[in-house]
């Protein structure tokens, strides 16, 4: 009993994600700017960036926040987990910016020195060692660092903000219950940084097209897991259960789609999965483990493929002009 206790702690120990980001392991966007200059140039021109002046601002966020009875929205406030990157200061927790780098690749202050150090003051990229490599990028990852490499652990931020999984918010706020969100297009517009693995580093291109498509079959997964997250939090009928209920369902019926243009084992998993659950209110315990198990499916399907042997998915990739928001340069 005990052991498997401990076995379930050190899943979710693994399963750590920026989304509540632990605040005094925050460092803040400036501090990867000192590197990641092009990285930088295109996030100030994000609403992620600008939510952080605009959303005080914004008579919408007035409303919502009133109905919340939330005074002021950047103080202790439901708004900041989503809308802002905040640091502790004097044991005061400051939000200082808008959605940012760490919420998205996790709170930095463990791996910043550890995922760019290649072995030494004096050694170059070119000159580490693949042992030291493997060593480093290991380490940042027990420390803490989303890679893009692990397509599922960067991208279930996404939908842990975008499905909006808070019913007071959206029941009583009058919050919008969750994006329309699709991995390729939100991920390739104003997103987009596309600088250090393009063969065009010069240029902010899109990401490949074999990335692309593990992007779409990720992205539906992870819609299909948070819609059932957010389905075993509701306890209501109202907006917000019926609103978590059809992203569960529309994210079915794209799989289903997917399944018969591309046989993928995982994916028909997670719909047998899924299908197995009803989608009603109180039933949270059946709900969360259907997640865990699509989450750890999903995992799977994240590392079991490089994109490469699905090419029929190609004609159901979303076209340049449905990218959300305008790429930088
Ligand atoms: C002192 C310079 C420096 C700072 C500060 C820095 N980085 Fe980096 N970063 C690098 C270098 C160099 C690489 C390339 C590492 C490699 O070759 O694997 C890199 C790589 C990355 C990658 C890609 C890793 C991969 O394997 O694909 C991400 C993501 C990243 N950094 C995020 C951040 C974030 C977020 C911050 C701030 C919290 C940050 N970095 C701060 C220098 C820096
Ligand atoms: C669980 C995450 C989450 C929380 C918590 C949250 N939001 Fe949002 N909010 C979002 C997302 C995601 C969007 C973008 C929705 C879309 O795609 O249209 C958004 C959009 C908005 C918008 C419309 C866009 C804009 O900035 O003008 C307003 C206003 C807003 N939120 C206000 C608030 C307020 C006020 C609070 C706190 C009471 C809050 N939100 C809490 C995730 C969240
Ligand atoms: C910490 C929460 C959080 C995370 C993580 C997050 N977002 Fe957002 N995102 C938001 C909020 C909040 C807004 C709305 C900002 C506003 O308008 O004020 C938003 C807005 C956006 C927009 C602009 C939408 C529009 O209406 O034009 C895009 C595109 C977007 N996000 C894509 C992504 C992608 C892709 C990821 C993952 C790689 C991601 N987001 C991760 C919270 C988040
Ligand atoms: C909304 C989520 C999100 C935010 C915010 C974000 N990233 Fe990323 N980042 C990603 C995703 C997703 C990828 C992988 C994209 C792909 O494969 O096409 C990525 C890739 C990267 C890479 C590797 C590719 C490249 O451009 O070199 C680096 C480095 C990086 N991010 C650094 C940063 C830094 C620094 C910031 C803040 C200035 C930042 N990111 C903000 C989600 C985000």
Known sequence: MIRAVLIAT?????????????????????????CHKSEMAVWKETKHHKSFFELTRS?????IAEKMGIKRIKRESDCLDCHFTSV???????????????????AARDWINVHNDYGGKDIK????????????????????????????????????????PNERLVNEGGHTAGSAFELVAWSQ?????????????????PTSVERQR?????????????GLRG????????????????????????????????PVPELQQMLDATTAVELKLNHAEELEAAANQIAELARQLSAN??????AALDAMLPAADTYKGKPSP
């Not at 008579?59 to 409303?63: I, N, P, S, T």
């Not at 490599?133 to 660092?145: E, N, P, Y």
């Not at 009928?237 to 289903?256: F, H, N, S």
């Not at 493929?305 to 699905?310: A, E, N, Q, V």
């Open 88 to 106: 502790k200061v004097d044991d005061v927790v400051k939000p200082i910016a808008g959605t940012s780098c760490e919420s998205c690749h996790g």
């Open 125 to 164: 990229k070119e000159q580490e060692s693949p042992e030291h490599r493997t060593q480093r990028i290991t380490k940042a990852g027990q420390l803490g660092m989303l890679r893009p490499e692990s397509l599922y652990d960067v991208a279930q931020n996404c939908y842990q903000c975008h499905s909006v």
């Open 305 to 310: 493929y490089d994109g490469s042997t699905f």
């Open 231 to 262: 389905t075993a939090k509701a306890t209501v009928k109202a907006d917000y259960a019926v609103a978590m209920a059809k992203r569960t369902q529309l994210a079915m019926l794209r799989i289903k789609k997917i399944l018969e243009t591309q």
């Open 189 to 205: 517009g104003e997103i987009r940084h596309n600088f250090l693995h393009s063969d065009d580093p010069e240029n902010n291109r």
């Open 59 to 63: 008579e919408e966020g007035r409303k």
């Open 10 to 34: 050190c899943i979710f120990a693994q399963w750590a994600t920026a989304q509540h980001m632990d605040v005094e392991k925050t460092v803040g966007p400036d501090e990867c700017g000192e």
């Open 214 to 226: 593990m992007m779409l079959l990720v992205g539906q997964a992870l819609d299909l897991e948070y």
